[in-house]
């Protein structure tokens, strides 16, 4: 089935749960529905039918103004056009699940916000207890036999036991992909291993925007040296799939040449996929918000050394 500009896999194969809030990915800014405990039925709700409606239409979301302005800086895949690429648009069954499902959190990172980091709302409200501030799905359903791949969010999903529970809900793990984006500050438990060594694949994606000291002072209350550890464990104890994904925004772009060097390093232990994402929300800690000398010195490193996505990047600094 041919593609059109507008049409995305997130309104047939692919969706998002936050807590018991549905949204079509990770970039959408709003819930669209309360999931009402079935993931398979999800996609065929009156909402998603009328996105999908609308998209087959040729018709432009305002919700999915990220993609089109990731798809004008001309990166190589915005997350629109990588879904569509996985999964397609031939039909309407739930394949990919991303889950956020709490925002328990033990870090602050400075572009982060209480909704997906509960350590954030205590800060911003002292004087309250602790658990007002943290959203979960408190029943977790089984996972249907369509699913292909299971994302964990958060939140820190290494922080608590509920993603344990997704897993153990899983009929056949020698289909599925699970991945995790984690702040690498907790480690995997025997019994994480026991159950994602019968998976398919298993891909870690560790949030790190900076070397050392400046990863400790951009993700506020994270230790670079147990980040490492963790680090280590993954790529000299399993045979999962190691990434680093990497913000870039004003506080971190100094640190890019070291985190290059320190994982050009870790590659040789094993492959490591490395991702440099330039940050848009909140805006004003968005590189464009470099002043010229600054914006020049990034752009040097840009030539210099090889640094993933630099194309976007260079055209985030000339826009």
Known sequence: MRINTVQCAAFYKHFVLEGDNVLPCCKWNRPIQKFEGDFSQVLHSKKFAELRKKVE???KLKE??????????????????????QWGVDSVQVESLELNLNNVCNLACIMCNSQYSSRIWKEENPTLPA??????????????DTVKRIRFMGGEPLMTDVHRQVLRSIKDFSKI??????????MLTPEDVVLLNNCAKVMFYV??????????ETRIGSDWNQIEKFVDDILNKTNYVLGIETVLHKKSWRGLVDLLLWINEKRKI????????P?????????????????????????????????????????
């Open 57 to 59: 239409a040729g018709k």
């Open 64 to 85: 999915c103004n990220k993609c089109y302005y990731e798809e004008k800086l001309g990166k190589g895949l915005s997350l629109r056009q990588s879904l569509n690429m």
């Open 131 to 144: 658990n007002q501030g943290i959203w979960r799905l408190k029943n977790i359903p089984n996972i249907p």
């Open 177 to 186: 992909e699970i991945q995790y984006v984690t702040n690498g500050m907790f």
């Open 207 to 216: 949030s790190i925007d900076a070397y050392g000291k400046l990863n400790e």
């Open 270 to 277: 094993c492959p490591i996929v490395w991702t440099v994402h």
């Open 279 to 319: 940050l848009i929300v909140p805006p004003q800690l968005s590189i464009k918000n470099l002043n010229l000398n600054e914006s020049k010195e990034l752009m040097e490193i840009l030539t210099k050394y090889n640094i993933p996505d630099s194309k976007q990047i260079r055209r985030m600094l000339e826009l």
